[in-house]
């Protein structure tokens, strides 16, 4: 049972496309993040929840807007996606925010045309 | 924004020991340093993490300065799986961990 999981792995669409990526965890952790790791590999904070409510929002364009449903699911949606949107999407948990043991996904990897 | 310094990139022989450095001068004294890892086309992988005293795990050994500025990632055997991008991070409040451009790690057989 993967503990984090992401999907789909690979995405590909269109500029202006409108677009999901879901996470989960079974884990039972309380807090979820959304990380970007761009081209040049840097890796990067967006959004992060505890126990359903937003606790940080990075400075993120408002065409990203994260989506906890419950505890153990936390979705990205983008809207009007451009070119620059194209990188590797993680997720990731922790039981405790505050010291950050995190647990990552495998990715998702986004290419915009 | 939290900062760490670590060198671009490090080799290592199988089966031989691996020092990994980092600089943090700027840690806070609550700031605990983590240390993470990414294999190629997986997710960041946690390590190990401590606040003052040198931590173990079955991973890795943390040696931690005494003024706490600066910190070592100890791999006492590398082996060809270990070869990764290793991350240093002093972490921010509710786990808002900044990575930066962490040590490549190359294990040669």
């Known amino acids: 049972d993967t503990a984090v999981s992401q999907t789909p792995k690979y995405l590909v669409t269109q500029m202006g496309n409108d677009k999901s990526i879901k996470c989960e965890q079974n884990l039972g952790h309380d807090t979820m993040y959304w990380y970007k790791q761009d081209s040049k590999k840097f890796l990067k904070i967006m959004f992060s929840?505890?126990?359903?409510?937003?606790?940080i929002n990075e400075t993120v364009p408002n065409r990203f807007s994260p989506k906890s449903p419950d505890k153990a699911h936390l979705n990205l949606h983008i809207n009007s996606l451009e070119l620059g949107d194209s990188a590797v999407y993680f997720c990731a948990s922790s039981q405790d925010g505050s010291t950050g043991e995190l647990f990552f996904g495998e990715g998702s990897r986004l290419t915009v045309l | 924004d939290a900062k760490t310094t670590q060198p671009n990139s490090m080799e290592s022989n199988e089966e031989e020991p691996v020092h990994l450095p980092c600089n943090h001068s700027t840690i806070s004294g609550t700031d605990y340093i983590h240390w993470y890892r990414q294999l190629p086309s997986q997710g960041p992988e946690y390590v190990i993490h401590?606040?003052?005293s040198n931590v173990n795990n079955r991973m890795a050994s943390l040696a931690i300065a005494e003024d706490r500025k600066s910190s070592t990632l100890i791999l006492h055997r590398a082996t060809l799986r270990d070869a990764a991008v290793y991350y240093c991070?002093?972490?921010?409040?509710?786990?808002?961990?900044?990575f930066g451009k962490g040590t490549k790690l190359s294990v040669k057989p």
């Open positions: 991070i002093h972490g921010g409040s509710q786990g808002n961990l900044i």
């Open positions: 401590g606040l003052t």
């Open positions: 929840y505890n126990n359903k409510e937003l606790i």
